[in-house]
């Protein structure tokens, strides 16, 4: 009789353990807009709206009502830039590579869900040679959004923002002109849990 109670207790906690914690793979698109503000030595910002892509695993704790849902991704983006002082204009693209580690926290209203939470962003490389004096390897964002999770399939969209700038002086013509450079993307993502 102890065995069988053993044996149950031990399936029931092993079913409740998988019901708690779940692991995924996600991947998406991600739209930018790139904010590049200068003092008033930049005579001329000018940015285009970029795109790009992401991709990485994601795990979710599940609450009662909540869920933590953390995740390791590699995000690529792309945008086109041109700045101008003294007389000399730069032309070129930020492009940013990077890891990512967002801990969103949601809150379950049945399939959908909405949450918000903190981003960490690891750069791998400077986003253009104009910024690499100032370029931060690390910054803090934040991200918030909806989702829909049905038959362990998650689809999410998503606003994040920059907590800081990503770089503080773009360099034009030899010299060093002080700037705030800032990315917010619209995030669309598609996952699975196994």
Request: proline share 3%; net charge negative.
């Amino acid at each position: 009789m102890k065995k069988v109670f053993f044996i149950s207790l031990l399936t029931f906690a092993i079913g409740a353990n998988a019901q708690l914690l779940d692991f995924g793979i996600v991947g998406g698109l991600n739209f930018v807009d790139l904010k590049l503000d200068g003092n008033s030595q930049i005579t001329d910002i000018t940015t285009e709206n970029g795109g790009g892509l992401h991709i990485g695993a994601m795990a979710r704790v599940n609450l009662v009502l909540f869920y933590v849902q953390p995740a390791l991704l590699y995000t690529s983006t792309s945008s086109k830039f041109s700045l101008k002082a003294d007389g000399i204009e730069n032309v070129g693209t930020y492009d940013l590579q990077r890891i990512d580690v967002p801990i969103p926290v949601g809150l379950k209203l049945g399939p959908a869900a909405i949450f918000a939470g903190p981003i960490a962003s690891f750069a791998i490389g400077s986003p253009s040679e104009i910024f690499n004096d100032s370029y931060k390897a690390a910054t803090w964002g934040y991200q918030v959004g909806v989702g829909l999770k049905l038959l362990g399939i998650l689809a999410e969209v998503k606003y994040e923002g920059a907590f800081s700038n990503q770089a503080k002086t773009a360099t034009i013509g030899g010299e060093q002109f002080d700037l705030d450079a800032r990315q917010s993307m619209v995030i669309v993502s598609v996952g699975y849990f196994f």
